[in-house]
Structures are given as C-alpha cells and as structure tokens.
C-alpha cells in the first residue's frame, strides 16, 4: 500500500543519504554492481589498496572464466572493456564523468554488464555442487547458466547475486522496498551476501 512504501521510504531515509536510479531492464542488479564498485572506490579516500586488488581480479578474470568453458576470443573484448573501467578510476575521475561514461548507449556499461554475467556463471560452475541447491525446477548449473545467467537482460535470482559477490570479493546488501508490511521495531526486509575474505568493497543496492 502507500502508507507502506511511504513508511519504508521514511526508514531508507534514515539510513541513506542518496540514492541512483538503475534501467529496469533485466541487467540492473550486473549494472548497479558496476557503478556501486565505482562510486565505492572514487568516494573512498583510502580506497587505493582496494583499487589495486580489484584491478588485478579484474585483468586475472579471463583465465578464471576461461577455465569454465568459455572462448577466449569470443569474451576477450568484454574483458578488455571491464579491466579498462577499473584502470580508469586510477585517473580519478568525478563521478559525473563514471554516471556519463556509463549510461553511453552500447557502450562500456553493455559490455561489462554481460562479461560480468559470464563470471557470475564461470563461479556457479566452478562449485556445482554447491550451487544446485539453490537452483529450482531440477536444472543442472550448466543449464540454468545458460537460460538464466549469461544471457542479456534475465533478471537475477539471490544465487547469482551470491556468486557475483563471492567471485569480486565484494559485500552487497539488498534492502527490499517491495510493498510487503513494514514493522518500525524490524525496518525492511534485507539480505546481505559476503563476498569472503581479501576485500573491502561493501555495497548497499534497493530493490523496489
């Protein structure tokens, strides 16, 4: 109802100063990681040791994901696209200028939403038996990879979410501004995904 979504609202507000808006287009959770990540490292004054793991991660996801089937030649370019994004930032960037660069049409923001679909997928292969517990509908990994990870704008279920941040090392947290009934003494219904040990990057996304 209204006076559920306004009274979450009220409680984000509380917690978070700002908030960007993301295309609704299937590719928003890949896509807000990306920018997130960004803004992390840019408004981060001590960010430089950070930046410098999440550079070396970057150029080494090639040969991770290529270990899981994926052609070389077909995902390079990709590749290339995501290692250049994280230099980038090295160069110190104003936000403004990361938002732009990002919202070009066909551009960056493309290529890196689906290569970094393809390393989302390279980690639910990489551990199956693990991850088919989370898969529904009697898919195997490979299966539900390729119907529901790797191609452009298939929503994301909580296992791709888990395998994205463990596969970056990053922390996200998901508050669901989602309609269901909010109780002041418990706040939004959140979940929160460790992205294990060796980074530092921790992420907050809305899901509304």
Not at 54 to 71: N, P
Not at 102 to 112: A, F
Not at 151 to 177: F, H, K, T
Request: charge should be negative; charged fraction near 25%; hydrophobic fraction near 40%.
């Amino acid at each position: 109802s209204t006076g559920t979504f306004l009274q979450g609202a009220q409680y984000l507000a509380t917690k978070y100063k700002s908030f960007r808006r993301i295309r609704p287009d299937g590719n928003c959770f890949y896509r807000a990681v990306m920018f997130s990540v960004c803004e992390s490292i840019l408004l981060n004054a001590e960010s430089s040791a950070e930046l410098e793991r999440l550079t070396a991660w970057a150029k080494a996801s090639l040969d991770e994901v290529c270990k899981h089937g994926y052609d070389r030649l077909t995902i390079e370019m990709f590749h290339d696209e995501l290692v250049e994004l994280i230099e980038y930032l090295a160069t110190k960037p104003k936000l403004d200028e990361v938002v732009s660069k990002l919202n070009e049409e066909n551009g960056t923001s493309e290529y890196v939403t689906w290569f970094l679909r393809v390393v989302t997928a390279a980690h639910l292969k990489s551990q199956p038996d693990r991850f088919i517990h989370f898969i529904e509908g009697g898919l195997d990994i490979p299966t539900f990879c390729s119907r529901e990870v790797e191609p452009m704008g298939r929503e994301c279920d909580m296992v791709q979410v888990l395998a994205l941040a463990e596969a970056m090392a990053i922390d996200v947290a998901i508050e669901y501004l989602d309609g269901r009934d909010f109780d002041p003494s418990k706040g939004l219904m959140r979940h929160e995904f460790d992205g294990g040990a060796g980074g530092n990057t921790k992420i907050a996304l809305l899901y509304r």
